[in-house]
């Protein structure tokens, strides 16, 4: 059995008696050091290694680049749609009870062909919608705003203060709401990817009736935003297939950028020879950016895919409905593709394209704004924090539990303490940028406007 285990070390131990296949598990722990980890798996298994997913649940996990990026280009091969996976079909898995990730929700993410252009086409054109050069500007605002609140004080949580909700809040305006939704959406977001399965089941309950009330909401008072816009979209998606949607928007967009700023920032706070090559202006944040998602890949595994007929990986035999899943950080550290790093800069040379953004039909459609969101908040970090540095060991700071998701628990920092910002003036903040809305002092008595106030109730 492959024991993968959250203390920065992986063992690989020999076949146990109950686990006679060397069985990677995707459970209860987090996956690190993986260059030997990954390495092991494919010097053993080729391209493809076995994995359980919860005790007695089994699955694969590729590693190879050109397999996972197959699986996620060949549609007729592999399906997004998880009722067609062979557990749920068979009754051994129930698919409201398992892995959020291997659930199945009327969205985009789990339709295949037809139906999944049908979902994906009003966010791509909402998304088209956006202007990104007034969208830096609101980043930058928020960004700006958040800086505020701790700046004085000379040290923070970088994670909890400032990656965390910088890309909530902004993906919130674009909803046309105020910051307040923002924090809370924050908040429940973080609780459903968190490591407690009771308050992740309430959270996601209390998120459900956030985007039904949301979408009852520009139903009735329309404005210029996202939800309006894909209420008003010509696929005409249904009211509960709107707040679908937007729970996706809010689920694929928050926690991935959060991780991208916080592994960026530790790489330029632990990395000299990175950092010394970004503030030499040898090496753009974009660059920057791009390194991390090599080597620090805020997704390391991607949910499943389903397979649609036998078929032969390697040494592997797939059967028709197994579950595959993409190997994110693993492909990346697949020979075949990923040189050696550079011997001057120590930059990450891929000779083909990452698959952070995942690739094929299903691939991010807002990676230019997740991209954006990310590189403006390390710059106005980098300008606003003067003697930036860690306030811990490097070997100290954890991983959040995900088999799924790479990224920091916490980056506790310090710095010489400084000024809050001096604002735009509002009208020239009003033309700029997307607005922010005045703060409701009392929420309307819609669904929408109850759970503010329940959610302000809780942390008055
Ligand atoms: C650095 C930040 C981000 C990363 C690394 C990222 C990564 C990804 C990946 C890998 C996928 C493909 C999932 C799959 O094939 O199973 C995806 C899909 C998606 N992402 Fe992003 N994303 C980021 C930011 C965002 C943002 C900011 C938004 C929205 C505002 C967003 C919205 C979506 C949506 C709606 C999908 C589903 C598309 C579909 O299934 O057709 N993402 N993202």
């Given at each position: 059995?492959?024991?993968?285990?959250?203390?920065?070390?992986?063992?690989?131990?020999?076949?146990?008696?109950?686990?006679?296949?060397?069985?990677?598990?995707?459970?209860?722990?987090?996956?690190?050091?993986?260059?030997?980890?990954?390495?092991?798996?494919r010097?053993r298994?080729?391209?493809?290694?076995p994995?359980?997913?919860?005790?007695?649940?089994r699955?694969?996990?590729?590693?190879?680049?050109?397999?996972?990026?197959?699986?996620?280009?060949?549609?007729?091969?592999?399906?997004?749609?998880?009722?067609?996976?062979?557990?749920?079909?068979?009754?051994?898995?129930?698919?409201?009870?398992t892995?959020?990730?291997?659930s199945?929700?009327?969205?985009?993410?789990?339709?295949?062909?037809?139906?999944?252009?049908?979902?994906?086409?009003?966010?791509?054109?909402?998304?088209?919608?956006?202007d990104m050069?007034?969208?830096?500007?609101?980043?930058?605002?928020?960004?700006?705003?958040?800086?505020?609140?701790?700046?004085?004080?000379?040290?923070?949580?970088?994670?909890?203060?400032?990656?965390?909700?910088l890309?909530?809040?902004?993906?919130?305006?674009?909803?046309g709401l105020?910051?307040?939704?923002g924090?809370?959406?924050?908040?429940?977001?973080?609780?459903?990817?968190?490591?407690?399965?009771?308050?992740?089941?309430?959270?996601?309950?209390?998120?459900?009736?956030?985007?039904?009330?949301?979408?009852?909401?520009?139903?009735?008072?329309?404005?210029?935003?996202?939800?309006?816009?894909?209420?008003?979209?010509?696929?005409?998606?249904?009211?509960?297939?709107?707040?679908?949607?937007a729970?996706?928007?809010?689920?694929?967009?928050?926690?991935?950028?959060?991780?991208?700023?916080?592994?960026?920032?530790?790489?330029?706070?632990?990395?000299?020879?990175?950092?010394?090559?970004?503030?030499?202006?040898?090496?753009?944040?974009?660059?920057?950016?791009?390194?991390?998602?090599?080597?620090?890949?805020?997704?390391?595994?991607?949910a499943?895919?389903?397979?649609?007929?036998?078929?032969?990986?390697?040494?592997?035999?797939?059967?028709?409905?197994?579950?595959?899943?993409?190997?994110?950080?693993?492909?990346?550290?697949?020979?075949?593709v990923?040189?050696?790093?550079?011997?001057?800069?120590?930059?990450?040379?891929?000779?083909?394209?990452?698959?952070?953004?995942?690739?094929?039909?299903?691939?991010?459609?807002?990676?230019?704004?997740?991209?954006?969101?990310?590189?403006?908040?390390?710059?106005?970090?980098?300008?606003?924090?003067?003697?930036?540095?860690?306030?811990?060991?490097?070997?100290?700071?954890?991983?959040?539990?995900?088999?799924?998701?790479?990224?920091?628990?916490?980056?506790?920092?310090?710095?010489?303490?400084?000024?809050?910002?001096?604002?735009?003036?509002?009208?020239?903040?009003?033309m700029?940028?997307?607005?922010?809305?005045?703060e409701?002092?009392?929420?309307?008595?819609?669904?929408?406007?109850?759970?503010?106030?329940?959610?302000?109730?809780?942390?008055?």
């Amino acid at each position: 059995m492959t024991t993968i285990r959250s203390d920065g070390e992986n063992t690989v131990s020999p076949p146990d008696q109950d686990h006679p296949d060397d069985v990677v598990r995707l459970y209860g722990t987090t996956p690190r050091g993986r260059d030997d980890l990954w390495g092991r798996l494919r010097e053993r298994h080729g391209p493809i290694a076995p994995v359980e997913l919860e005790p007695g649940v089994r699955a694969w996990l590729l590693l190879d680049y050109q397999e996972n990026l197959t699986a996620l280009q060949q549609t007729h091969l592999f399906s997004r749609d998880t009722r067609r996976w062979r557990e749920a079909v068979e009754g051994r898995v129930d698919l409201a009870k398992t892995l959020p990730m291997m659930s199945w929700l009327p969205s985009a993410l789990f339709a295949d062909g037809e139906e999944h252009a049908r979902l994906r086409a009003p966010i791509m054109d909402g998304v088209a919608r956006i202007d990104m050069t007034a969208m830096a500007r609101t980043v930058r605002g928020i960004a700006d705003e958040l800086v505020d609140t701790f700046v004085t004080r000379g040290e923070t949580d970088l994670v909890a203060e400032f990656a965390g909700p910088l890309p909530v809040l902004v993906i919130n305006r674009l909803f046309g709401l105020p910051d307040g939704y923002g924090h809370m959406l924050g908040d429940l977001t973080a609780t459903v990817f968190g490591e407690n399965a009771a308050r992740a089941e309430e959270a996601l309950e209390r998120m459900q009736q956030y985007f039904a009330g949301l979408v009852a909401r520009k139903a009735e008072n329309p404005g210029h935003d996202l939800a309006t816009w894909m209420l008003r979209h010509s696929s005409e998606l249904s009211p509960s297939e709107v707040a679908y949607t937007a729970a996706l928007i809010i689920s694929a967009g928050h926690i991935p950028t959060t991780h991208l700023i916080g592994n960026t920032m530790r790489t330029l706070l632990t990395d000299d020879r990175i950092r010394s090559t970004h503030t030499d202006a040898l090496l753009s944040t974009q660059d920057l950016l791009d390194h991390v998602m090599w080597t620090d890949t805020p997704f390391q595994v991607l949910a499943g895919r389903i397979a649609l007929q036998d078929m032969r990986i390697g040494g592997a035999r797939i059967r028709t409905g197994d579950a595959l899943f993409v190997g994110i950080d693993a492909a990346h550290r697949d020979p075949a593709v990923r040189g050696h790093s550079d011997p001057d800069t120590g930059l990450a040379s891929g000779r083909r394209a990452h698959l952070v953004f995942g690739a094929g039909p299903h691939s991010c459609p807002a990676r230019s704004l997740g991209r954006l969101i990310a590189s403006t908040g390390v710059s106005v970090l980098q300008e606003r924090l003067s003697g930036l540095r860690l306030a811990v060991p490097p070997e100290e700071l954890r991983l959040v539990s995900s088999p799924f998701l790479r990224g920091l628990r916490e980056l506790p920092v310090a710095f010489r303490p400084g000024r809050t910002h001096d604002p735009l003036p509002p009208q020239e903040r009003q033309m700029e940028q997307v607005p922010a809305l005045a703060e409701e002092e009392e929420p309307p008595e819609d669904l929408l406007g109850r759970l503010l106030s329940w959610w302000r109730g809780l942390h008055r």
